[in-house]
Protein backbone atom coordinates (compact mmCIF):
# COMPACT_ATOMS: atom_id res chain seq x y z
CA UNK A 1 0.00 0.00 0.00
CA UNK A 2 1.06 3.59 -1.27
CA UNK A 3 -0.06 6.26 0.87
CA UNK A 4 1.07 10.07 -0.22
CA UNK A 5 2.23 12.59 2.23
CA UNK A 6 -0.58 14.43 1.45
CA UNK A 7 -3.23 11.54 1.87
CA UNK A 8 -1.30 11.38 5.44
CA UNK A 9 -2.03 14.82 6.40
CA UNK A 10 -5.47 14.85 5.57
CA UNK A 11 -6.03 11.45 7.51
CA UNK A 12 -3.73 13.33 10.57
CA UNK A 13 -6.73 16.78 10.06
CA UNK A 14 -9.50 14.56 10.11
CA UNK A 15 -8.37 12.64 13.51
CA UNK A 16 -7.63 15.86 15.18
CA UNK A 17 -11.10 17.75 13.80
CA UNK A 18 -12.99 14.72 15.20
CA UNK A 19 -11.48 14.40 17.86
CA UNK A 20 -11.85 18.42 18.23
CA UNK A 21 -15.68 17.80 17.50
CA UNK A 22 -16.17 16.57 21.17
CA UNK A 23 -15.13 20.32 22.48
CA UNK A 24 -16.33 22.43 19.08
CA UNK A 25 -19.13 20.50 17.36
CA UNK A 26 -17.77 20.69 13.97
CA UNK A 27 -17.09 17.91 11.79
CA UNK A 28 -14.24 16.89 9.82
CA UNK A 29 -14.63 17.85 6.14
CA UNK A 30 -14.62 15.25 3.60
CA UNK A 31 -11.75 14.56 1.35
CA UNK A 32 -11.81 14.95 -2.46
CA UNK A 33 -11.89 10.76 -3.79
CA UNK A 34 -11.70 11.92 -7.04
CA UNK A 35 -8.34 12.75 -6.47
CA UNK A 36 -7.21 10.34 -3.13
CA UNK A 37 -9.02 7.02 -4.29
CA UNK A 38 -7.00 5.22 -1.13
CA UNK A 39 -9.16 7.07 0.83
CA UNK A 40 -12.12 5.64 -0.40
CA UNK A 41 -11.00 2.24 0.44
CA UNK A 42 -12.12 -0.54 2.90
CA UNK A 43 -9.26 -0.62 5.06
CA UNK A 44 -8.69 -1.49 8.93
CA UNK A 45 -7.36 1.15 10.96
CA UNK A 46 -6.13 2.41 14.53
CA UNK A 47 -5.78 5.43 16.16
CA UNK A 48 -3.55 5.57 18.87
CA UNK A 49 -3.10 8.77 21.37
CA UNK A 50 -0.13 9.67 23.56
CA UNK A 51 0.48 12.88 25.81
CA UNK A 52 4.14 13.02 26.39
CA UNK A 53 4.64 9.39 24.95
CA UNK A 54 2.28 7.62 27.69
CA UNK A 55 -0.34 6.41 25.91
CA UNK A 56 -3.86 7.82 26.28
CA UNK A 57 -6.39 5.74 24.01
CA UNK A 58 -6.23 3.40 21.04
CA UNK A 59 -8.88 2.16 18.92
CA UNK A 60 -9.37 0.99 15.96
CA UNK A 61 -11.22 -1.51 13.18
CA UNK A 62 -9.11 -4.44 12.63
CA UNK A 63 -11.67 -4.59 8.93
CA UNK A 64 -12.67 -1.87 7.11
CA UNK A 65 -16.32 -1.87 6.71
CA UNK A 66 -16.31 1.99 5.51
CA UNK A 67 -14.36 4.18 3.48
CA UNK A 68 -10.50 4.73 5.66
CA UNK A 69 -11.21 8.19 5.94
CA UNK A 70 -14.73 7.96 7.72
CA UNK A 71 -12.31 4.66 10.04
CA UNK A 72 -9.88 7.09 11.01
CA UNK A 73 -12.43 9.83 12.14
CA UNK A 74 -13.97 7.05 13.68
CA UNK A 75 -11.57 5.47 15.63
CA UNK A 76 -10.00 8.52 16.41
CA UNK A 77 -13.31 10.13 18.05
CA UNK A 78 -13.38 6.28 19.97
CA UNK A 79 -9.74 6.31 21.01
CA UNK A 80 -10.24 9.60 22.45
CA UNK A 81 -13.36 8.64 24.71
CA UNK A 82 -14.41 5.36 24.71
CA UNK A 83 -10.91 3.37 25.57
CA UNK A 84 -12.06 1.62 28.06
CA UNK A 85 -8.52 2.18 30.03
CA UNK A 86 -9.19 5.74 30.31
CA UNK A 87 -11.61 8.17 30.96
CA UNK A 88 -13.14 10.42 28.25
CA UNK A 89 -10.15 12.94 27.13
CA UNK A 90 -10.64 16.38 28.56
CA UNK A 91 -10.88 19.46 26.55
CA UNK A 92 -7.48 20.80 28.58
CA UNK A 93 -5.55 17.36 27.08
CA UNK A 94 -7.04 18.34 23.44
CA UNK A 95 -3.92 20.50 22.30
CA UNK A 96 -1.31 17.97 24.06
CA UNK A 97 -2.16 14.56 22.30
CA UNK A 98 -0.29 12.98 19.53
CA UNK A 99 -2.09 11.35 16.84
CA UNK A 100 -0.24 8.23 15.54
CA UNK A 101 -2.47 6.59 12.73
CA UNK A 102 -1.06 2.74 11.57
CA UNK A 103 -3.47 1.45 8.45
CA UNK A 104 -3.30 -2.50 8.40
CA UNK A 105 -2.66 -4.72 5.61
CA UNK A 106 -4.06 -8.04 4.83
CA UNK A 107 -3.78 -10.54 7.29
CA UNK A 108 -1.76 -13.96 6.76
CA UNK A 109 -2.53 -16.96 8.71
CA UNK A 110 1.05 -18.43 9.94
CA UNK A 111 2.02 -22.24 10.88
CA UNK A 112 5.20 -21.60 12.36
CA UNK A 113 6.06 -18.72 14.84
CA UNK A 114 9.49 -18.34 13.12
CA UNK A 115 7.60 -16.46 10.45
CA UNK A 116 7.11 -13.71 12.81
CA UNK A 117 9.55 -10.93 11.99
CA UNK A 118 10.03 -8.22 15.30
CA UNK A 119 9.83 -4.96 13.91
CA UNK A 120 7.67 -6.01 10.54
CA UNK A 121 4.40 -8.17 11.96
CA UNK A 122 1.86 -7.51 14.14
CA UNK A 123 -0.18 -10.20 15.74
CA UNK A 124 -3.35 -11.31 15.63
CA UNK A 125 -5.09 -13.68 17.68
CA UNK A 126 -7.72 -15.40 16.26
CA UNK A 127 -9.20 -17.54 19.12
CA UNK A 128 -11.19 -17.21 22.46
CA UNK A 129 -12.02 -13.32 22.28
CA UNK A 130 -9.31 -12.56 19.95
CA UNK A 131 -6.33 -9.99 20.27
CA UNK A 132 -4.26 -7.68 18.60
CA UNK A 133 -1.08 -5.73 18.77
CA UNK A 134 0.48 -3.77 16.41
CA UNK A 135 3.92 -3.99 15.04
CA UNK A 136 5.20 -0.99 16.47
CA UNK A 137 4.16 -2.46 20.54
CA UNK A 138 6.94 -4.93 20.09
CA UNK A 139 9.90 -2.29 18.49
CA UNK A 140 8.46 0.36 21.65
CA UNK A 141 8.86 -2.13 24.42
CA UNK A 142 12.11 -3.97 23.04
CA UNK A 143 10.32 -7.26 22.71
CA UNK A 144 11.50 -10.26 21.46
CA UNK A 145 9.44 -13.01 19.57
CA UNK A 146 8.29 -14.83 23.21
CA UNK A 147 8.12 -11.24 24.88
CA UNK A 148 5.55 -10.12 22.04
CA UNK A 149 3.54 -13.72 21.95
CA UNK A 150 3.11 -13.70 25.43
CA UNK A 151 2.02 -9.75 25.62
CA UNK A 152 -0.57 -11.11 22.29
CA UNK A 153 -1.91 -14.14 24.96
CA UNK A 154 -2.24 -11.66 27.70
CA UNK A 155 -4.06 -8.44 25.57
CA UNK A 156 -6.59 -12.12 24.37
CA UNK A 157 -7.45 -13.10 28.04
CA UNK A 158 -5.02 -15.99 28.19
CA UNK A 159 -2.14 -16.31 30.38
CA UNK A 160 1.04 -15.55 28.67
CA UNK A 161 2.68 -18.82 28.25
CA UNK A 162 -0.36 -20.07 26.43
CA UNK A 163 1.49 -19.92 22.74
CA UNK A 164 4.09 -22.49 24.41
CA UNK A 165 1.12 -25.07 24.74
CA UNK A 166 0.78 -25.28 20.64
CA UNK A 167 0.77 -23.54 17.59
CA UNK A 168 -1.94 -20.51 18.11
CA UNK A 169 -4.22 -19.41 15.36
CA UNK A 170 -2.23 -16.64 14.42
CA UNK A 171 -2.35 -14.17 11.81
CA UNK A 172 0.55 -11.40 10.58
CA UNK A 173 0.16 -7.97 9.05
CA UNK A 174 1.96 -4.96 8.51
CA UNK A 175 0.84 -1.51 8.88
CA UNK A 176 1.58 1.71 7.61
CA UNK A 177 2.29 3.84 10.50
CA UNK A 178 2.97 7.80 10.74
CA UNK A 179 2.24 10.47 12.87
CA UNK A 180 2.13 14.39 13.71
CA UNK A 181 5.59 14.51 14.13
CA UNK A 182 6.95 12.78 11.54
CA UNK A 183 4.10 15.61 9.24
CA UNK A 184 5.67 17.96 11.04
CA UNK A 185 9.37 17.08 10.99
CA UNK A 186 8.76 16.96 6.85
CA UNK A 187 7.66 20.44 6.61
Known amino acids: MKISSEEKDILLKAARHSIGSLFDGKEPEQPDYQKHPLLKEKLGAFVTLTINHQLRGCIGYIIGREPLFDTICSAAF ?92 IKVFTAEIFSERETEEQK
Open 78 to 169: HAAVNDPRFSALKKSEFEKIHIEISILSEFIPIKSYDEIIIGKHGLYLDEGGGGLLLPQVATEHRMNREEFLSALCNKAGFYSEFWRERILK
